[in-house]
């Protein structure tokens, strides 16, 4: 790393800010801080390609924090091409792979004690790769009493496939899901579940979603969509407030960066989530998300199941209730917030109100 080389990837960067970013007016002063920080000589001690990438990813996100922007190192050459690298085959092959190892972001699929349904989703890889795998886990926890859907770990990925999970989750009647403006087409793109999905629905059973402060983008977009049209629970912390989708383009041989060319908004409340994010439902530490809603959703399953006269569904209705009884034995469970508390305790720890004892 040399100083005629940074000059050069600013100047690519700058110029790359000011066709692409979807904030034009920003772009500029992203632009102009940029330049004061290479006039300054605030480079000019770097000599390590990824430090360099990383103090321009803090400089990038100086003007408004948009967590989207962000410039990357790699040790192999990325391909000579203007255009977004999502465009370049060579590109799409090794993305493709690392969405196949990471089976496309689908980390857990579950059965649990008393049939309820967990998945855990930590990235929504492209549909036209990972389509598949999601029907698939989708099918798996159809005939379920109640869904947790776990993003806790969830940092973003592609509208197409969010639409794909949320399209199990509503009925026949397509649903307007989410807005997308995009910059370089001006034009606003709508997208919406489906009329069909290749397999069953996943409609009027309960839904719990648990998210966290690392909950991001395209996760954030699904916890709004089904807190806003009341199709589930929101349980855990207040997510990350990510919403510009963006590609990448190369800068130098090793340098990607990662611009935000489009802005989400949700179409009921109007609301763009960059820099606000997902405020829950239930507002409970990431860590104790899973417990209180496998509880909640025990208790709903149970209160289905124990009025029928049906063999089969008093033997669930027993198996839930095990399920209930072994769950934290030594904690009770504040019917409120779904907090984890020790017996002794006369309020809840995270809500203060007051619980049953004994």
């Known amino acids: 790393m040399n100083t005629t080389t940074q000059v050069e990837i600013v100047r690519s960067l700058s110029e790359k800010l000011k066709a692409h970013y979807v904030f034009p007016e920003i772009a500029e002063k992203i632009c102009l801080c940029l330049k004061k920080h290479l006039e300054d000589g605030d480079y000019s001690g770097i000599t390590e390609d990824e430090l360099f990438a990383l103090a321009l990813t803090l400089h990038l996100q100086e003007v408004n924090h948009d967590e989207h922007l962000w410039v ?33 972001g689908i980390h857990r699929v579950e059965r649990l004690p008393g049939n309820i349904g967990y998945i855990d989703i930590q990235y929504f890889h492209r549909a036209a790769w990972g389509g598949a795998t999601v029907v698939a886990a989708m099918n798996f926890l159809a005939n379920t009493s109640a869904l947790i859907i776990d993003l806790r770990k969830c940092t973003g990925g592609y509208p197409v496939m969010v639409a794909l999970v949320a399209s199990f989750l509503f009925g026949d009647e397509p649903i307007h899901l989410s807005n997308i403006y995009w910059r370089d087409e001006d034009l606003t793109q709508q997208y919406w579940s489906l009329p069909y999905v290749p397999g069953e629905r996943y409609v009027g059973k309960p839904v719990y979603v648990l998210v ?112 209930l009884d072994n769950l934290a034995p030594n904690q009770i469970v504040c019917p409120t917030c779904g907090y984890p508390n020790p017996q002794f305790r006369a309020t809840c720890k995270n809500c203060d109100q007051t619980l049953p004892v004994g």
Do not use: C
Not at 73 to 101: S, Y
Not at 277 to 302: M, N, S
């Open 72 to 104: 990357r190192w790699h040790a192999e050459p990325l391909p000579e091409n203007d255009d977004p690298l999502r465009l370049d085959p060579a590109w799409q092959e090794v993305q493709k792979l690392k969405a196949r190892l990471d089976n496309f």
């Open 212 to 323: 966290s402060n690392q909950t991001f983008s395209a996760a954030e977009e699904l916890a709004s969509i089904l807190q806003t049209r009341r199709r589930a629970i929101i349980m855990g912390e207040q997510t990350d407030g990510g919403a510009h989708p963006g590609t990448s383009y190369r800068l130098h041989a090793h340098f990607e960066v990662f611009i935000p060319i489009g802005r989400g908004t949700n179409p009921i409340t109007g609301e763009d989530l960059e820099g606000v994010g997902v405020t829950p439902d239930v507002a409970i530490p990431q860590e104790h998300a899973f417990l209180a809603a496998y509880h909640r959703a025990l208790k709903d399953a149970l209160a289905s199941q124990i009025s029928s006269s049906s063999v089969a569904i008093k033997a669930l209705a027993q198996e839930t209730q095990s399920a």
